[in-house]
């Protein structure tokens, strides 16, 4: 009998509108045609051509297309969550270009911007020609943002910024870094632009995930900006946490699109090798392993079109977002260690998507809120008691 596709065997199409697989289909012709052939050569130099991404990924229109206006796409949140999964099945360095452009800098811009500031960078954002950054991280708070140390203080009607930010995506190449900072009112959201005096950024190198995104650290020595470099409509944690609700989602879709590479890669990989005289994919223990990989693939992305709907429809909450993050990212990191064993020692090379997917995940777990961290948010809302703390 003629092989289904493991998405084939679930019937995720006929879940799909007309509109949403045609945005699919071109986000991943595009990938396979345009970035798929560079990725392992990128993944190992650790190095990316980010502006010339930025641009074909513009000219895509994938950046802040979920966004409605100033030049933005304005899709649907499944059709940007199936992009996510397609841009994730190339790599997740990718998909991360994207979130951190599209779902956190651009969308803290159009959700928490002046008018001013968003005529001045979104359109020019969509379209890739400039490159945004967030920075919430910094050395000695990731889980907990709250405990953030960089300052900013208020001189006549200048900002001037000082503190450090680390683990930043795209901070080097950035045209504009969206920089978290406590004010005397709480936390606060400002608009760095590149090359402002006292702001630096040095890129982290020796990572072995993640290869093909640029991570960076972002120096901020009394840099001074003018009072309309503050986003007016943040205040507090809940304005970049309001971001991370974005980037999340489009985690939730595109970590089941690093797995769907991995099981398709598994699943040829087992028709053409043989083992014992036989095909690795004619092993009972084989098949198991298939069948286990694919029903938690495609459990996961009906718990992901789910969530899309949800967001659709204005019924998303954060504590939701979690249980798809979690979900997702643990169950494509299982399913690529897992198609990792069926490659055998091929598994090990960058010949094979495997094992970068694999690298890759590990850093998606860590990001946009670890596994504990949204293990305790789906806890805090179970039982009444957030245990953060
Ligand atoms: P807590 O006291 O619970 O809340 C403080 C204020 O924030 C509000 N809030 C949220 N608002 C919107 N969305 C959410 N998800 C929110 N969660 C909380 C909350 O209502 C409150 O508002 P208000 O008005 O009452 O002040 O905050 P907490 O300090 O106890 O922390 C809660 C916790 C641990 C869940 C939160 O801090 C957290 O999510 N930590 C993880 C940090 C994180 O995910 N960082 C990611 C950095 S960006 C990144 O990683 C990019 S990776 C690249 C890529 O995406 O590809
Ligand atoms: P920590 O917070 O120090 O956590 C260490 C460990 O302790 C984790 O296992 C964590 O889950 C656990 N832990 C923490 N709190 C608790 C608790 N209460 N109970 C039990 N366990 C707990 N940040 C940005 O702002 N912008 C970016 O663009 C960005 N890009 C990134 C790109 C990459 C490749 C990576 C790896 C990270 C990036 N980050 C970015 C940072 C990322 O968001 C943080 O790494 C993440 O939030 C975790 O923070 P941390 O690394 O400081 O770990």
Same mark, same amino acid.
């Given at each position: ?9 679930f019937?995720i199409d ?7 697989r045609?945005i699919r ?18 993944f ?19 950046l802040?297309?979920h966004?409605?206006g ?7 949140a499944?059709?940007?969550g199936?992009?996510c999964l ?8 990718l ?18 911007g002046?008018?001013?500031?968003k ?6 954002m969509a379209?890739?020609?400039?490159i ?10 990731g889980s907990?943002p709250?405990?953030?140390?960089t300052?900013?203080?208020r ?15 795209n ?7 969206v920089?978290?900072?406590r004010?005397?009112d ?5 608009l ?17 995930s ?10 901020l020595?009394d840099v001074?900006l003018p009072?309309?470099?503050m986003?007016?409509?943040a ?5 970049p946490?309001g971001?991370l609700n ?5 985690i ?16 040829a990989?087992?028709?053409d ?8 994919a004619?092993?009972q223990?084989?098949?198991?392993? +298939?069948a286990d990989m694919?029903?938690?693939? &495609?459990? =996961?992305?009906?718990?992901? *079109?789910?969530? $899309?709907?949800l ?5 998303i909450?954060?504590?939701?977002i979690s249980?798809?993050?979690l979900?997702?990212?643990?169950e ?8 990792r ?14 094992i970068r997917?694999?690298?890759? +995940?590990e850093?998606?777990?860590t990001?946009? &809120?670890? =596994?504990?961290?949204h293990? *305790?948010?789906? $806890? ?6 957030p245990a953060?703390?």
């Open positions: 009998t003629r092989p289904l596709h493991p998405f084939d065997l019937g006929t879940l799909l509108s007309e509109e949403e045609d289909d071109t986000v991943r012709a595009m990938g396979d045609r345009e970035l798929r052939p560079h990725i392992a050569e990128w190992e130099q650790g190095a990316i051509p980010a502006r010339e991404l930025a641009h074909k990924l513009g000219e895509l229109g994938v802040g297309m966004l409605q100033y030049g933005c796409t304005g899709t649907s499944v059709s940007y199936l992009a397609e841009l994730e099945a190339v790599d997740s360095g998909r991360s270009l994207v979130s951190v452009q599209g779902s956190l800098a651009m969308y803290a811009i159009w959700k928490y002046s008018e001013e500031q005529r001045q960078w979104l359109p020019e379209a890739g020609r400039f945004g950054c967030f920075g919430l991280t910094e050395p000695d708070a907990d709250g405990a953030m140390r300052q900013a203080k001189q006549g009607s200048d900002w001037v910024l000082n503190g450090t930010k680390m683990w930043i995506t901070g080097s190449v950035a045209d504009v870094a920089v978290w900072a004010a005397d709480g936390v606060r959201g400002f760095v632009p590149a090359g402002t005096p006292g702001f630096t950024t040095n890129d982290i190198k020796h990572k072995v993640l290869r093909a995104s640029v991570t960076s650290e972002l120096v020595e001074r009072a309309d470099a986003l007016p409509g205040r507090g944690l809940s304005g946490l971001c974005e980037a999340r989602f489009g939730v879709c595109g970590a089941l699109g690093a797995a769907r590479d991995c099981l398709e890669t598994a699943i990989y087992a028709a090798r043989t083992v014992f005289n036989r095909p690795l004619g092993f223990l084989t098949q198991q392993k +298939l694919t029903l938690e693939l &495609g459990k =996961g992305m009906l718990l992901a *079109l789910h969530l $899309g709907r967001k659709d429809s204005g019924q909450t954060p504590e939701r249980l798809g993050k979900n997702s990212v643990r494509a990191l299982e399913i690529a260690r897992q198609c064993t069926v490659l055998g020692a091929n598994g090990i090379t960058l010949e094979y998507p495997v997917h694999a690298n890759n +995940l850093s998606v777990l990001y946009e &809120g670890t =596994g504990e961290v293990t *305790l948010v789906i $806890g805090s809302a179970l039982t009444g008691v953060f703390r």
